[in-house]
């Protein structure tokens, strides 16, 4: 009775303030369209420059396996050792390959001819990866080339030996089926922690918060239906990004729905008890947006193996990844989207993620009564 | 400067450093996190899990492993017995790749048939898988090479093969550190937050006390009041520049270029980011509508500028849209004048675009505020 009239006047607040209920419903979209875009590391068109100092048909086919690889395309040509230097400065090359004179000579005579590539390494991960794929072009180019050589010397060539890749889970390799299933969980943490902590801070800044506390409503009365209405709202949300999300994107669902929605449910109230933990701890609105950002929505970003891989962190840093609700939805969901894993390998996720959402809301509640009483 | 706004200005002063929450999450963002994030983040693929199931265990077998271990990008390994243990790493997620070398690996050598060996690659995160193929292929080219020089020897060829050898030579960031990337990008992102969250704070905060009516009826004018309200964030962002050039030396970041530069270039930005608040301020009517814009417009400006993925990776309209971000082009500054040690002879137009958008803000936010300021 006193909770439904309490959700009541909450959604009556909601309701009263369009542009806070846009804002709720657009932002997660808006966002899972940018990121679920923008976001591709796969290196793709690298930007490669050109000094060839040899000028010959040698020299001509190593640009050629560069650009017929499908990774450089090849933007400029230098004339003068000085444009190398401009080209990367400018950014208009990540990668400037020099070929000394000489070089065509050196290979006629079967020898070692050395070339060169300068690569822009501001950016590390996609140098590295650059370096990768350059490492690759050469060496099978340079193997055909010794082929061929000992074929026109007259040797017999013997069948060389070869890589088979084959990849799995994410067979066509799209950076969105990996983009995209982890983004749920980093979308969930932008507004219902920071609405919830919001709402409750409001009315502490009004002071309307000693009303209901001097009122007959217990305490634990007021929060619970505070976390009502915005665990609604928050699971509304989660459905609305988990169904545009995999449509709009033609992500491939290998798992079971049931555990997915189960997960979904136990990670809306970890966020939602967030806000209320938030809440307990700041005094004023613009403390609590802040607080929310740091506490939120930038760990579930960085700190939950969404974009940067955890294996990557320093150990202790590796644990402190474990603070983030964020972290046990991302391995839930990525497992469930890609490798269609069942429940043998989720249960240790999700005990974790259940237990995160009761302990937090419970924690969370204490706190705020405390704060306020 | 008058009285009026001198009194106005201390007023605004005493406000913003009331709330001493607020300072204390702006400090941490612009000290700890930065720190915490350039400890802990990085996309560089490097000590990948390898999984081996090895089915011949020759000395040529061998061989081939240890080309994949010597280098940087493969790290721990594992050795498996079976191909339902391959299964198994991967799904766990225990193995980022498995080589998988046949039985026949050696004598198919001797005789000179061709012979192929696998990789099975966890495709999950495809930027990695990518990366590893790229390395793997490497690896494997040159084995082959290598083989081949030894066959065409055992059957009596005489001389050298010809080969093109690769040296790659990494400019600004020659170790390959992520963290170069990561303190300057998590300083530009700070001073974005900062900038537009307190602003966009300040005005409203008025409006839902009931003091904007107060202020109406003060002498004071209205580019008074925004100026004043301006000062206290911006005095604190510009004073936050100090522990980041010191973080910046913390982590042995080269500062090749002039600090001067670097300090008028974030000047520059964090007033295009007041602006932005004082705008958004004029949308709103109460604090949290206030807030949530400042997100709605912070997270777009943020995201395409370059500070968490890179803009070249973007799909071409993206990267057009992040010619409106003013943060894009104080990511861009930052990076040239910190790593690369270039000035404004190559950085004019950053500095430009940077300036059109804070005159194209001010131009457009003019007539708001004078209507909108108190309503």
């Keep these: 009775m006193i909770l439904g009239a309490l959700v009541r006047k909450e959604f009556a607040e909601i309701r009263r303030d369009p542009v806070t209920l846009l804002v709720a419903v657009f932002l997660p979209i808006v966002l899972l369209f940018l990121l679920g875009y923008g976001i591709s590391l796969d290196v793709q068109d690298v ?52 070929i000394p004179a000489g070089y065509a000579e050196r290979l006629a005579a079967g ?47 013997p069948g060389h030996l070869r890589l088979v890749p084959r990849v799995w889970y994410n067979a066509p390799m799209r950076s969105v089926n990996y983009v995209v299933p982890g983004l749920f969980a980093v979308l969930l943490m932008a507004f219902p922690p920071m609405l919830t902590a919001l709402s409750i801070v409001r009315e502490k800044e009004r002071g309307t918060i000693q009303q209901i506390f001097v009122s007959p409503l217990r305490p634990a009365m007021f929060i ?13 949300e989660m459905l609305l990004i988990l169904a545009v999300g995999t449509l709009w994107f033609a992500i491939p669902f290998l798992g079971s729905l049931w555990l997915l ?28 947006v802040f607080l929310s950002f740091i506490a939120t929505l930038m760990p579930s970003m960085l700190f939950s193996g969404f974009l940067f891989p955890i294996l990557n962190m320093p150990y202790v840093l590796q644990l402190y990844t474990y603070f983030f609700p964020a972290r046990y939805f991302n391995d839930i969901s990525r497992d469930l989207f ?22 937090l809301v419970a924690i969370a509640s204490a706190t705020l009564r405390k704060k306020v009483a | 400067m008058s009285t009026r706004f001198r009194a106005a200005i201390k007023k605004e002063f005493m406000q913003f450093l009331r709330d001493r929450m607020v300072v204390a999450l702006i400090l941490y963002l ?66 980022d790749l498995v080589l998988v070398i046949p039985p026949d690996f050696t004598a198919a050598a001797v005789e000179g048939r061709g012979q192929s060996v696998q990789i099975l690659l966890s495709g999950v995160n495809s930027n990695t898988a990518s990366a590893a193929r790229g390395y793997a292929q490497a690896i494997v080219e040159r084995f082959a090479h290598d083989l081949l020089g030894r066959r065409l020897a055992a059957q009596g060829f005489q001389g050298s093969l010809p080969e093109v050898a690769l040296q790659p030579r990494i400019w600004y960031n020659p170790e390959l550190r992520f963290r170069y990337f990561m303190v300057i990008s998590m300083i530009v992102a700070a001073t974005l937050l900062v900038g537009v969250v307190t602003s966009a704070a300040s005005m409203v905060r008025e409006k839902e006390t009931g003091t904007a009516e107060q202020l109406m009826i003060t002498p004071l004018r209205r580019d008074e009041v925004v100026l004043a309200k301006m000062l206290p964030p911006f005095a604190v962002g510009m004073a936050a520049a100090l522990p980041s050039l010191g973080i910046i030396w913390w982590f042995g970041l080269p500062f090749r270029g002039s600090i001067a530069l670097f300090l008028f270039a974030s000047a520059l ?22 807030l949530l814009i400042a997100f709605f417009v912070l997270f777009p400006l943020m995201f395409l500028s370059g500070t968490i993925v890179p803009i070249d990776t973007m799909p071409a309209a993206m990267q057009y849209l992040s010619l409106l971000s003013p943060i ?27 300036a059109a958008i804070g005159g194209a803000l001010v131009a457009l936010g003019l007539p708001r505020l004078r209507n909108r300021l108190y309503a």
């Design chain 2, 269 to 290: 930005a964090l007033l295009v980011c007041l602006v932005i608040g004082i705008i958004i301020s004029t949308f709103a009517r109460t604090l949290q509508q206030a």
């Design chain 1, 224 to 236: 619970v239906g505070k976390i009502v209405p915005y665990a609604a709202i928050a699971f509304g």
């Design chain 1, 261 to 288: 929605l189960a997960a979904s449910l136990l990670y809306v109230f970890a966020t939602v008890g967030i806000g209320v933990f938030i809440s307990a701890l700041v005094k004023t609105q613009v403390a609590a």
């Design chain 1, 47 to 98: 930007r490669l420059a050109v000094y060839d100092q040899d000028r010959s048909q040698a020299s001509a086919r190593l640009v050629e396996a560069f650009t017929a690889s499908g990774y450089f395309t090849r933007r400029e040509d230098l004339a003068a050792p000085g444009g190398a230097d401009r080209a990367l400065d400018s950014g208009r090359a990540t990668a400037v390959l020099v």
């Design chain 2, 328 to 354: 894009r082009y104080y990511m861009e500054i930052a990076l040239g004048v910190v790593l690369k040690g270039v000035g404004v002879g190559i950085l004019w137009p950053q500095f430009l675009g940077l």
């Design chain 1, 338 to 359: 890609l490798k269609g894993l069942g429940i043998e390998y989720l249960a240790g996720n999700l005990a974790l993620l259940a237990l995160y959402a009761v302990a």
């Design chain 1, 111 to 157: 020898r070692r001819a050395p070339v060169q590539l300068l690569v822009d390494g501001s950016f590390s991960a996609t140098a590295l990866i650059v370096l990768g794929y350059a490492e690759s072009i050469v060496n099978g180019y340079s193997l055909r080339l010794a082929q061929a050589y000992a074929e026109r010397a007259g040797v017999r060539v």
């Design chain 2, 30 to 95: 612009h000290t700890a996190e930065v720190m915490l994030c350039a400890y802990a983040l990085s996309f560089d693929v490097q000590n990948l899990r390898l999984a081996v199931l090895d089915r011949e265990r020759s000395q040529l077998s061998g061989q081939l492993v240890r080309r994949f271990t010597v280098t940087p990008y493969f790290g721990t390994l594992e050795m498996l017995a079976s191909r339902a243990e391959a299964d198994r790493a991967l799904d766990a997620g225990r193995a």
